[in-house]
């Protein structure tokens, strides 16, 4: 059974940084594209970054501007999500997600696995 752990989550101050991690298990990690979804208040869950399974590519949200970095490590098995110059939009809270796919994608039904959420909240 797949399982996504993910932590790092917290509160931070506008202009902060955070780094998300997320920890998998349960099948052969390096097959698959991973990707970072988010879920504020009210809104709908939204992508923000995705992986390709070799980490050679990668893929952002307009919104993250050059501000979130995302990386893996397939031999720990681990997905990170580095995020800089936090702004109180980004509130919500942050999912991992395992895709069925080797290239990465935006598409959220392409993700059979998700992890439980860490909540990010910055403050102004």
């Known amino acids: 059974q797949v399982q996504l752990v993910e932590s790092g989550g917290g509160l931070v101050q506008a202009g902060g940084s955070l780094r998300l991690s997320c920890a998998a298990s349960g099948r052969t990690f390096s097959n698959y594209a991973m990707g970072w979804f988010r879920q504020a208040p009210g809104k709908e869950r939204e992508f923000v970054a995705a992986?390709?399974?070799?980490?050679?590519?990668?893929r952002y949200a307009d919104f993250v501007k050059d501000r979130f970095t995302i990386s893996r490590g397939n031999t720990k098995n681990t997905v990170t999500l580095q995020m800089n110059s936090l702004n109180p939009e980004d509130t919500a809270v942050y999912y991992c997600a395992d895709s069925r796919l080797a290239l990465f994608t935006i598409t959220q039904s392409k993700y059979d696995y998700w992890g439980r959420g860490t909540q990010i909240t910055v403050s102004s």
């Open positions: 992986i390709s399974s070799s980490g050679g590519n990668t």
